[in-house]
């Protein structure tokens, strides 16, 4: 019964309103594609052939809407099209295309339905697909949730391959050939003579020509780009410093603005003296927003130092304005009022539990701010009849439409160009800056307007991730771990954020058990339960979002019955794990780490897994206990994404990933003070030092069947394999976030 358990009223209740809602739809609605939004204003003589590829006279222009934050979505969403496409990397340019729901994200319903990532059965399937169905309908085209590999992966191929026999029916027609007869190389079709066609040279009249839709994808034996090494399309650029972000924007006769908000969150403005900003060299104007002020001038310097002078009084803050209350309101958030999930619940926890514990315990993670290299920013070119926009984005249709709405114009006239952006973690998820841009840039139509904040206003009043409580419990017998219950209180993450665009999130938040619920363990007992804590600071999604805290929290107390069974801390995983592919990432980073080998003296080895976003992530940490503290030695990671597109940039990703958790699980928190946040800048919101960076090992494996992302499930088992090894290594146990509370590193 306890398997059934987990398919439970509310999970079956949940499946059948998305079958429904995708009847309610209407099947012949969804598969209606939506029309190609490169047709609008296309250029003479070129041809738009899908979405995704427009061939002008003198270009192949590959569009890549998924946003690039730094983790090479440009490259593999070109790569993936390019691939059947047959062009090289070297012929192609790449653009992101204007906001459309045409470019809305298939695979973010994966993680929007309560079935675990190893649930292959009838109705996880049909569930996942139907939620697809609300997705498209909605237009989401978001970047976020390691999901551009595995959305993009049959579309972009698809397109390329329909771009590639539209393009031979085409060269067919016009030789009257059989297009059976032609073949395509490196940008052009072939005749049967030798002769070569560029699909340039084709454009205008495959403008013409019905799309070919039947079309067969190449076998992985066949490619010529995907799954070998390839160099990133940004990689030179970045390389030598010449890369354009957001923040180097230069358009003519620009001005430039800064903001001061309410130091206390969600507070209000409610006065301020603009005179001595107005008499400060460069000044345009001073301008009075909602939460805060904002000055125009001639360079973002003095702005800056012009909204600083401005007397302004605020309005308290619209959260709790100290730390404890935060944590008091997540302990007290353990009850059945506030219960918000149990979709794992298997054996019979409280009857094995009933004649006392081997373990309890509670662990803690803070709020985090994302801090990207570049502050946010944006650059507005307001007129009555059009708005143009320059920023780095995630999100581009929620920016287009809340501009729109702010505006009073209809979305159309809103004009969204997507730059590279430097670094987000989840941060440009958000759209508080455009707003804010645009109200600036309203003062001075005409004429446009660049917003940047200064580190200080990014980092204090970013939407963090959110805090997080855990309480668990647990028996063990014949050295086995025998009885687990874990308990995980947090405010909504998808309440908040997507409170903030105006949609409304029903039914529970996976995000709050994300990384904990659906582990690939068979414990006889198995409990796993969610409590939504009320809403505290404003929160957002953080890399990895819920399992980032969530790996922690779940991996740490089995690591601690695994210890308390007295059994070998992999080998008892390995006996639990009931997950192919998730039990050979555990036996390779056993084998790349030599587990159970000897270690120096005061050396610790500490293992952890998480499998978050499809991905089953394992992850090996040592360290040395030196005199002055503890040092980080070495780390060994598999993962398995099901298929490796660019071995480059998976090593790549994967090892940033961990540093990036590794970093915030030893020194980063954002906590609040009288409602305002208290680190503003990395002297206090520290991550990890090049100094402390440990060797990292990295292996990929394919044994999964579906295609997977890897930008997030390397973060959530870096902090447990750290603890793990730290208890190794000193007998001491880390329950709380960051451990450099509690230790001190070197």
Known sequence: MGRVKTIARRTFLIGSAAIAGGVAFGIWRYKTPYANPLLTDLPEGAAALTPYVLITSDAIILITPRADKGQGAISVQA????EELDVDLDQIKTDPGPPSPAYYNTALAGDAVPFRATDDSWLAQTTRSLADAPMKFLGMQITGGSTTVPDGFDKLRHAGAVARETLKATAARLHNLSATDLRTERGAVILPDGTRLSYQSLAAEAAKTDPVTDVTLRAPSDWRLLGQPMQRIDIVAKSTGTQDYGIDVTLPDMAHAALRLNPAIGGARLSHDPTPALSMRGVIKVVALPDGVAVIADATWRAMQAVAAIPVEWGPAQIPPEMDTHWQTLSDSFN??????????????ETALSDGTDLTVEYRAPYLAHAPLEPLNATVLYTPDRVDIW?????PRFVQ???????????DAVHIHALMIGGSFGHRLEDEVTRHA????????????????SREEDMTHDFPRQIGMARGRGRVANGQVAAYDLGIATPSVLSSQMGRQGIPAPGPDLQIVAGAWDQPFDIPHYRVTGYRAPELAPISSWRSVGAS???????SLLDELIHAAGADPLAERLRLCNHTPSRKVLEAVGEMSNWGSPLAPNQGRGVAFCLSFGVPCAQVVEVTNTDNGLRLDHVYVAADVGRILDPINFEGLVKGGVIFGLGHAMHAEITYAGGAARQSNFDTFQSLRLHQCPDITVRGLENGTKIKGIGEPPVPPAAPALANAIFAATGQRLREMPFDKFVTFV
């Open 391 to 395: 920023t780095g984005t995630q999100v």
């Open 549 to 555: 805290s969530n790996g922690f929290f779940h991996d």
């Open 438 to 453: 645009a109200r600036i840039a309203m003062e001075l139509p005409g004429r446009p307007v660049k917003l940047t904040y």
């Open 336 to 349: 059945p009022d506030h219960q918000d999930s149990q979709f794992r619940d298997e054996g019979d926890v």
């Open 401 to 411: 439409n809340n501009v729109a709405k702010l505006t009073n114009l209809t979305p």
């Open 79 to 82: 790569a993936l099209i390019a």
